[in-house]
């Protein structure tokens, strides 16, 4: 099955202090991994995906095949971190999008 | 350049009747996909549309159906609608063969 499991619905920061969100996925064959993020009053918006391996905002990606998660890091929280974050994946180019159910961060000050 | 569009922004709809929304792709964008968000879940995919045609299908019944334009608009359409079809109803536009979706603001929908 297809599937994408965010644990933690809630996820609570100190502003200075390191996130982690966690990612797991079920996926038969090699999927695209995404990460994405909606601000409050916002559209959902890409944060980052893991073939560009890019560093976004701070936020970084790793893609663990071994252990099918897709943690989100970022080392120094700020307080515009502050949304929900939904991790996410897809197959061939085109596919649709397997949304896991968010968490939402909230950085305190 | 205006992203993706959506509308209307909100409505409310009684048990059994239908709806209709509709959504304008980001300028240059081909493909429409719907998502269907529950109150505290993440988007689920609807269906996809390109080249006025239904290419994939999420786990969705036939009372939910679409229809792409030639100018890559699309619409959305519900029949009977069910208390549980309360949901956020997300578009989302891209480019057949190019990497990226952009997502509209999407529209509220309100079964009472």
């Known amino acids: 099955a297809q599937r994408v499991t965010q644990p933690e619905k809630l996820l609570s920061v100190f502003k200075g202090a390191p996130v982690e969100l966690k990612c797991n996925y079920s996926?038969?064959?090699?999927?695209?991994l995404f990460w994405y993020v909606q601000y409050s009053r916002q559209r959902l918006q890409l944060l980052l995906r893991?073939?560009s391996r890019e560093s976004i905002k701070g936020f970084t990606a790793d893609l663990n095949k071994g252990e099918t998660s897709f943690h989100l890091k970022k080392p120094f929280a700020q307080e515009e971190d502050s949304a929900m974050y939904y991790c996410?994946?897809?197959?061939?180019?085109?596919?649709?999008?397997?949304f896991g159910k968010g968490t939402r961060l909230h950085i305190l000050p | 350049d205006a992203g993706v569009t959506q509308s209307p922004t909100h409505l409310i709809k009684t048990r059994g009747q239908q709806v209709t929304l509709r959504c304008s792709p980001k300028?240059?964008?081909?493909?429409v996909s719907w998502y269907q968000q529950a109150l505290g879940q993440g988007p689920q995919f609807i269906f996809q549309?390109?080249?006025?045609?239904?290419?994939q299908r999420g786990n969705f019944p036939d009372r939910f159906s679409g229809h792409q334009f030639p100018n890559y608009s699309s619409e959305l359409n519900v029949n009977a609608l069910l208390l549980g079809d309360s949901a956020l109803y997300l578009c989302?536009?891209?480019?057949?063969?190019?990497?990226?979706?952009?997502f509209g603001s999407g529209t509220r929908l309100t079964v009472v």
């Open positions: 996926y038969s064959g090699s999927p695209e």
């Open positions: 549309y390109y080249e006025e045609e239904e290419r």
């Open positions: 996410a994946l897809s197959g061939l180019r085109d596919d649709k999008i397997i």
């Open positions: 893991h073939i």
């Open positions: 989302a536009s891209s480019l057949v063969g190019q990497d990226g979706y952009t």
């Open positions: 300028s240059g964008h081909d493909t």
